[in-house]
């Protein structure tokens, strides 16, 4: 089963910042746009990714990210970052990544943010 891994997640105070990465297989990084998805606790995963970026190195953000996070994309390592600063208690989520737009393939085990005093 052919599945993006994702990593980087853990437990922060507010104010502080991550780095999320998202290692995709090269069939999959090299032919499409990826996005990172969140699922807020309780919640089911949201269908529109918190930020994505095109093989040209295009970016898009959700209105989550409003204006913190940064995604970007390694071609020499099939890997898509998503730096985020200031991060806010209303942050914490499972987040993962996926093509856009995402079908039921290739989902991941995710990596848990945690932003808590």
């Known amino acids: 089963q052919v599945t993006l891994v994702e990593s980087g997640g853990g437990l922060v105070q507010p104010g502080e910042s991550l780095t999320l990465s998202c290692e995709a297989p090269t069939d999959i990084f090299t032919k499409y746009t990826i996005g990172w998805y969140r699922q807020l606790p309780g919640k089911q995963r949201e269908r529109e990714p918190v930020?994505?970026?095109?093989?040209?190195?295009?970016?898009a953000y959700g209105d989550s990210a409003n204006g913190r996070f940064t995604i970007s994309r390694d071609p020499a390592k099939n890997t898509v970052w998503m730096h985020m600063n200031s991060l806010q208690p209303e942050d914490t989520a499972a987040y993962y990544c996926n093509i856009y737009r995402p079908t039921e393939a290739f989902w991941g085990q995710g990596t848990q943010v945690t932003v808590s005093s």
């Open positions: 930020a994505r970026v095109n093989l040209l190195g295009q970016v």
